[in-house]
């Protein structure tokens, strides 16, 4: 392997993205920065949420039809669990850092 001189960070799985996808999302766990937007997109023919777990978190989306995304953007750090209201065994989390 030769060592990449682009200057850029290596990225996570997709950098910003989540698809969901087999009831599933995935990323399970997406690593972003602090300012990173971060989108989900519904790939399965259900429709799904992304909802923190718990009271007082960020991610609060409508249901999200076929091809439906949703966005938002961590302003701080910490990590960030979330789940499917209408198929609440589908969990992930967002760690933020700066």
């Known amino acids: 392997m030769s060592p990449s001189n682009t200057g850029k960070p290596a990225a996570p799985v997709a950098g910003n ?10 990323p399970a766990t997406l690593k972003v920065k602090v300012g990173t937007k971060v989108t989900w997109t519904n790939q399965d023919t259900d429709a799904h949420t992304v909802t ?7 991610l609060h ?6 091809h439906a995304a949703y966005s938002y953007t961590f302003t ?10 209408i198929h ?3 969990t992930a989390t967002v760690e933020v850092t700066r």
């Open 88 to 90: 609440p065994f589908m």
């Open 52 to 58: 923190s777990s718990g009271s007082g978190g960020p």
């Open 17 to 26: 993205a989540v698809a969901i996808n087999n009831f599933a999302f995935s």
């Open 76 to 85: 701080k750090p910490g990590t960030y669990a979330y789940l499917c209201t």
């Open 61 to 66: 989306s409508a249901a999200l039809a076929t």
